[in-house]
């Protein structure tokens, strides 16, 4: 059954220093995968996506998730982290061709914490 | 910038009572969903519509609840009767078609039922 995995329920960062949250997927097919944040109280907002091609992707405010197919990993990158980036962090992958299925499996989410 | 959109925020309701959450998907997209998150806890599926039927739904979506797309452009879910437990955030999403497309989100509908 295809599955994500977050292993970091909470994640606490000064601010200006560099970040690193883990993703781990399991799915038969291609995997499309996203990263999506979530600021208190509202909606999700899409960061950044892989589909196919160039493993290391670049997506809005400055964040950047690279794919490993071989760690089945898509770990989401900031090389320096900003107050208004504390948020939970939602690690998902789509539906893809032969996957069977249409629907986005999140994990369990990461909330970020910045301290001044 | 398109985006989906939901009403009400926010809805109190007594337990027991029906209650059905509105969604305005982006207009060129094809597939529609709903997920919910209870309070602290992860995204979870709840349904994908496609073609005017359901395409996929989660153990979750019992005969409590339903889901419609009564005009072009709105996307509703229904709860039937709803429980203390059904208290939650909502959120609809939808995508264009293909596989090779991310489902845009709305800002959610939290669920109070009392």
């Known amino acids: 059954a295809q599955s994500v995995t977050q292993p970091d329920i909470h994640i606490t960062v000064s601010e200006g220093a560099s970040l690193e949250l883990r993703c781990n997927y399991s799915?038969?097919?291609?995997?499309?995968l996203f990263w999506y944040v979530q600021s208190p109280g509202q909606g999700l907002q899409l960061l950044l996506k892989?589909?196919?091609?160039?493993?290391l992707v670049q997506g809005i405010k400055g964040f950047e998730a690279e794919f490993k197919r071989s760690q089945s990993s898509f770990n989401l990158r900031k090389p320096s982290v900003h107050w208004s980036d504390a948020a939970e962090y939602f690690c998902a992958v789509g539906p893809s061709l032969g996957s069977g299925t249409y629907k986005y499996i999140f994990g369990t989410g990461t909330r970020l914490k910045v301290l001044a | 910038e398109p985006e989906v959109t939901q009403t009400p925020s926010h809805q109190v309701t007594q337990m027991g009572q029906e209650v059905i959450l509105r969604c305005v998907p982006i207009?060129?997209?094809?597939?529609f969903y709903w997920y919910r998150q209870i309070l602290g806890q992860k995204v979870e599926f709840l349904v994908s519509?496609?073609?005017?039927?359901?395409?996929?739904k989660s153990e979750i979506f019992d005969d409590q609840f339903s889901v419609e797309r009564p005009d072009g452009s709105n996307f509703t879910l229904k709860i039937r009767s709803t429980k203390l437990e059904d208290s939650a955030m909502y959120f609809c999403a939808s995508r264009m078609d293909g596989v090779n497309t991310e489902a845009f989100f709305g800002q959610g509908t939290r669920l109070t039922v009392v």
């Open positions: 519509f496609y073609n005017n039927e359901i395409s996929e």
């Open positions: 799915y038969g097919a291609t995997p499309y």
């Open positions: 207009s060129n997209h094809l597939y």
């Open positions: 892989y589909f196919s091609g160039d493993t």
